[in-house]
């Protein structure tokens, strides 16, 4: 017996390495690898950075950054995207675990694992299932706001860290709190160095590319060099530590950090650990995807490459699963990172791959340097890189545009720095669906009048049209659905109840793509209402799916009035008499 | 100083009282007062029975049928809408108490008073912030699964009377469960009273009137005597075990009902007790409410009147607060009762103050009389009544007519039926808003070309249309909105990618009803990648509040191509070489 054989496509398919792999050369290496050690030099302080943010010991932001960059390499389709620890993925994490355990703790520490095992099956469950379509109901403006409240959340909890001070909270509140009750016992030298360092970073981030191109300095160096900033920061602040012996006068220092390479871990099977870990699993897993998919859809476009949405799903599925078995935390693609690694030259996933080589190596052979890093020297690369994500503007945009979409946005924010993450974005999803479904529940509906010498009919309140006293026509601009079906029925009979001539009603269907059975229901109570008032409905310029889907119910055979092709055609046919179109054709 | 003054208008809105009250005269009242006997006679084994399931004393059945009518007269819009305790929500009410008390102490009676006042105050609030609409998400699939699963757990529960065992449980295994455990503890007489009641108020129901027209009866007559049905089996079962002493051979009587007018009651106010009714009283209301509109709706539409929704919320908010101050329990409008008070000849909401009247008084003279009542005798009205809303034809109606609707009834009456009513019908909802978004996140887009000989555009792959290789004409038959704004720049990009040729897109804009911020910047980034690839975007027949708002962005500004009033303009003055409509024209 011969079993079914897995078609190479479908291999391929599901495992991209298979496809570029086979055409991978020299030049596609060298490219490649140039741009993992810029990477890897901008990797180094971000993991270690965003381990402290969430809560977790610097080698986790390690470990997250190896075996997680192997396993999208092999699943993933974006070329340019480099996955690891991300600034607010890490504020979930902390607020997720931050529940169950208290940090420094190994059941805080087990809690992360097991998160990112759970996004890595909620990922993998979703591309499986080709639910990607899921993140669309994030909407643009509240990802942004999102985002945000978020940077200033981090921002802000990174400021304990800068004064030295102990602070807690999950809000901005609780944050702000906690910070002025501890300022007195501030650190005047973990201030220095975490103020001085924060000022270095804004500089070269701002500063420092120009004046190197005024030395004469390539471009591309110029550029890897001010990447290198947050490098140079982490050995300075460190010698100066162990220079000056800081530790000892106050400075908070990353300790000991175990040399090698990650362990092989397991997560959690505790049933009540899942079940508390789940919502909270599910938010990073689909937030964690927006981000991604929309960063590699970017760098993507800009090469006329596609990603494929759903295989992106299993790249970071297998990815948070990887990050799960070998000490990680959860993880995604980061935004800053990628655009370093396209620009840097990466040509296919194998730099993330070199990426992972390059964090092992330093997983093996740095972390002795590291015992004397300043947290304020992390706290400082943080506040930078998440500062660069505030931005307030989508409020103007929003207010100008949509009130509707300023109304999610403004909640997204105010919630998200009021209660944290969770409850911010997840209101602000609510709110954006129940938005939409409030403003489909009242459609805009006109009744319209026929242009003259025209075929064509418009709203009779804005401009000059032809009416027939016997008939109303109705334009309604929206799908019939169970959220508008009460109101297009209280629409009809207060239009019709006080007009004694009416004799005809005709709903023009050009914006009706869809007709749900609710809508199906009104306009069968509408049709026999008009009948017992001695008025017919007519409909007009159906759609062909929603006429297909009309005939398979009895509505057609219980219509009193008829379905017309055009609602010209509807109004020559109804309106036969002096001053209507359909006199003067017939005449 | 004088202070404002409330307009007569503006009072008249919020008490109808005031309206219809200051036209009432006698031959209204004789009307009221002939429907409030009937009703009465039919109200007073209904509000015993339905307090017994909701697991009440049944005296709170008769105080929830008096000072709640009073207040929906008073506030109330419907001249025909019967209130008081309906076999739905007193499940819906066991089941929320159920959570927090057993059955049969003061907590539960306490919880059930705190839950009609939490009710009240909910409709009140959505009455008076005109959120009536909110009641439109319930979709009529999700309602008519809901109601029919309802009903069958109800009748389920009551089998318990009828056996005279002990059950319980919130959902069908669990009652059958239960119903199985104790079928060895079955009382004899208790099942002979329950089965006979049962078939006697069957034979009632389908039988009886046919034979007394036949006797020569006029309809009016029959009509009344086979409503009186219950009264005549609870009057006949109670003599009967009186008679002989059925109590002491295990039938299970009503037992002593206080007698007496009403107790004034206060709700509880401890903040535990309203957290966890909250939900509960949020699902009641706007399953009440929905409820009770559509009766209201269908009865005022026979007579060419209409009713207030928002209006109707104050009405039955009054109710509710009513029956918590008075030692009832959550009411709504009621189907049956409703439709007898309509066919009777209520003229207005005074034959609703008239049976309150009636139920008073049964509440000071009847009671002693209500001892002997076995139970058996209510649950068997409280099954043939609720076998009336037992319809599954909505699930064959829905299968032929649309599968997702199909789906989010099946999923209402399968999560009712297993895991309860408050999952069973808020699944229902999520669900049915679920798939909306769903459909209308993958739209049906056309790529369209021109009808030969008319200035129509058509489906290329429906119809024999004229096209052009430089220009590709979509139809987007769906507004653009966060949850597919990512599906139209996929879409777009798919089309154009592997097409050399092309230098126009036109997205004709028909159905596209709003454009969000979130479908904006899709729109901008289709724009901005279309130009670098040389391709220019354009817009046509974009409606005019789109364009109104379109105008108040940048996007008009950026687009690299024209927004044209009409498809075929577009095709005009982008296509005007030989074999396009517009080289003949211009020709």
Same mark, same amino acid.
Not at 163 to 177: I, M, P, R, Y
């Given at each position: 017996m011969t079993r079914p054989r897995i078609s190479a496509a479908s291999l391929k398919r599901y495992m991209p390495i298979l496809d570029w792999g086979s055409r991978y050369d020299r030049d596609a290496a060298t490219s490649d690898l140039v741009a993992a050690v810029i990477v890897t030099i901008m990797l180094i302080p971000q993991s270690l950075a965003y381990a402290l943010l969430a809560g977790l010991p610097a080698e986790m932001g390690l470990y997250a950054s190896i075996l997680p960059l192997v396993a999208y390499a092999i699943? +993933?389709?974006?070329?340019a995207l480099a996955v690891g620890p991300v600034a607010v993925v890490s504020l979930m994490t902390a607020a997720a675990v931050g529940n169950l355990a208290l940090q420094g703790t190994a059941e805080y520490a087990m809690a992360a694992i097991t998160l990112a095992f759970l996004s890595g099956l909620i990922l993998l469950a979703m591309g499986a299932f080709r639910? +990607?379509? =899921? *993140? $669309?109901? =994030?909407?643009h403006p509240v990802i942004a706001g999102f985002i945000t409240a978020s940077g200033i959340i981090i921002a802000t909890s990174q400021l304990k860290h800068i004064l030295g001070v102990e602070a807690h909270g999950h809000n901005l509140l609780e944050l702000v709190v906690s910070l002025l009750r501890h300022? @007195?016992? &501030?650190?005047l030298w973990t201030l220095v160095i975490g103020v001085a360092t924060t000022a270095f970073l804004f500089w070269v981030r701002k500063g420092l590319k120009p004046r190197l191109l005024a030395l004469g300095l390539k471009p591309r160096l110029a550029d890897i060099l001010a990447k290198a900033g947050p490098v140079g920061a982490v050995a300075v602040t460190t010698l100066v530590t162990w220079g000056f012996g800081l530790q000892d006068r106050g400075v908070a220092i990353v300790g000991d950090v175990p040399k090698g390479l990650p362990p092989l871990t397991l997560p959690s099977f505790d049933l009540d650990i899942w079940v508390s870990l789940m919502g909270s699993a599910v938010l990073i897993s689909i937030i964690g995807f927006v981000e991604s998919v929309s960063v590699a859809q970017t760098l993507a476009a800009k090469k006329r490459q596609r990603i494929v949405p759903d295989q992106e799903l299993i790249g970071l599925g297998a990815s948070n699963v990887a990050a799960a078995v070998s000490g990680g935390y959860p993880v995604t693609g980061g935004f800053a990172r990628s655009v370093v690694n396209f620009d840097a030259g /990466?040509? $296919? @996933? /194998?730099a993330g791959a070199f990426t992972a080589v390059g964090i092992a190596l330093a997983a093996l052979f740095l972390t002795p340097l590291l015992?004397? =890093? @300043?947290?304020a020297t992390l706290a400082a690369t943080i506040i930078v890189a998440v500062l660069s994500l505030v931005d307030f503007s989508i409020l103007k945009r929003t207010w100008g545009y949509s009130r509707a979409d300023f109304a999610a946005v403004a909640a997204t924010i105010l919630l998200t720095l009021g209660l944290g993450v969770e409850i911010g974005v997840s209101a602000g999803v609510v709110l954006s669906i129940f938005l939409h479904l409030y403003k489909s529940s009242r459609p805009h509906v006109a009744e319209v009048g026929l242009v003259p010498g025209t075929e064509h009919f418009r709203n009779i309140n804005r401009h000059k049209v032809l009416t027939h006293p016997e008939m109303v026509s109705l334009r309604i601009d929206e799908s019939l659905y169970f959220a508008n079906a009460r109101f297009l029925e209280d629409y009809v009979y207060d239009r019709v109840v *006080?007009? #004694? /001539? =009416? #004799?005809h009603v005709v709903l023009?269907? $050009? /914006? &009706?793509?869809e007709i749900d059975t609710s809508a199906l229901e009104s306009l069968e109570a509408i049709n026999h209402r008009l009948g017992e008032m001695g008025i017919k409905l007519h409909l007009s310029e159906v759609k062909g799916p929603v006429m297909d889907r009309l005939r398979r119910s009895h509505f057609l055979d219980e219509l009193t009035g008829q379905v017309f092709l055009s609602q010209y055609g509807a109004m020559r046919a109804l309106g036969p008499v002096d001053g209507t179109p359909g006199a003067r054709k017939a005449g």
């Amino acid at each position: 017996m011969t079993r079914p054989r897995i078609s190479a496509a479908s291999l391929k398919r599901y495992m991209p390495i298979l496809d570029w792999g086979s055409r991978y050369d020299r030049d596609a290496a060298t490219s490649d690898l140039v741009a993992a050690v810029i990477v890897t030099i901008m990797l180094i302080p971000q993991s270690l950075a965003y381990a402290l943010l969430a809560g977790l010991p610097a080698e986790m932001g390690l470990y997250a950054s190896i075996l997680p960059l192997v396993a999208y390499a092999i699943f +993933g389709t974006s070329r340019a995207l480099a996955v690891g620890p991300v600034a607010v993925v890490s504020l979930m994490t902390a607020a997720a675990v931050g529940n169950l355990a208290l940090q420094g703790t190994a059941e805080y520490a087990m809690a992360a694992i097991t998160l990112a095992f759970l996004s890595g099956l909620i990922l993998l469950a979703m591309g499986a299932f080709r639910l +990607g379509f =899921l *993140a $669309t109901f =994030l909407s643009h403006p509240v990802i942004a706001g999102f985002i945000t409240a978020s940077g200033i959340i981090i921002a802000t909890s990174q400021l304990k860290h800068i004064l030295g001070v102990e602070a807690h909270g999950h809000n901005l509140l609780e944050l702000v709190v906690s910070l002025l009750r501890h300022l @007195p016992e &501030v650190s005047l030298w973990t201030l220095v160095i975490g103020v001085a360092t924060t000022a270095f970073l804004f500089w070269v981030r701002k500063g420092l590319k120009p004046r190197l191109l005024a030395l004469g300095l390539k471009p591309r160096l110029a550029d890897i060099l001010a990447k290198a900033g947050p490098v140079g920061a982490v050995a300075v602040t460190t010698l100066v530590t162990w220079g000056f012996g800081l530790q000892d006068r106050g400075v908070a220092i990353v300790g000991d950090v175990p040399k090698g390479l990650p362990p092989l871990t397991l997560p959690s099977f505790d049933l009540d650990i899942w079940v508390s870990l789940m919502g909270s699993a599910v938010l990073i897993s689909i937030i964690g995807f927006v981000e991604s998919v929309s960063v590699a859809q970017t760098l993507a476009a800009k090469k006329r490459q596609r990603i494929v949405p759903d295989q992106e799903l299993i790249g970071l599925g297998a990815s948070n699963v990887a990050a799960a078995v070998s000490g990680g935390y959860p993880v995604t693609g980061g935004f800053a990172r990628s655009v370093v690694n396209f620009d840097a030259g /990466a040509e $296919t @996933p /194998a730099a993330g791959a070199f990426t992972a080589v390059g964090i092992a190596l330093a997983a093996l052979f740095l972390t002795p340097l590291l015992f004397f =890093l @300043p947290k304020a020297t992390l706290a400082a690369t943080i506040i930078v890189a998440v500062l660069s994500l505030v931005d307030f503007s989508i409020l103007k945009r929003t207010w100008g545009y949509s009130r509707a979409d300023f109304a999610a946005v403004a909640a997204t924010i105010l919630l998200t720095l009021g209660l944290g993450v969770e409850i911010g974005v997840s209101a602000g999803v609510v709110l954006s669906i129940f938005l939409h479904l409030y403003k489909s529940s009242r459609p805009h509906v006109a009744e319209v009048g026929l242009v003259p010498g025209t075929e064509h009919f418009r709203n009779i309140n804005r401009h000059k049209v032809l009416t027939h006293p016997e008939m109303v026509s109705l334009r309604i601009d929206e799908s019939l659905y169970f959220a508008n079906a009460r109101f297009l029925e209280d629409y009809v009979y207060d239009r019709v109840v *006080a007009d #004694k /001539a =009416l #004799k005809h009603v005709v709903l023009q269907c $050009t /914006a &009706v793509n869809e007709i749900d059975t609710s809508a199906l229901e009104s306009l069968e109570a509408i049709n026999h209402r008009l009948g017992e008032m001695g008025i017919k409905l007519h409909l007009s310029e159906v759609k062909g799916p929603v006429m297909d889907r009309l005939r398979r119910s009895h509505f057609l055979d219980e219509l009193t009035g008829q379905v017309f092709l055009s609602q010209y055609g509807a109004m020559r046919a109804l309106g036969p008499v002096d001053g209507t179109p359909g006199a003067r054709k017939a005449g």
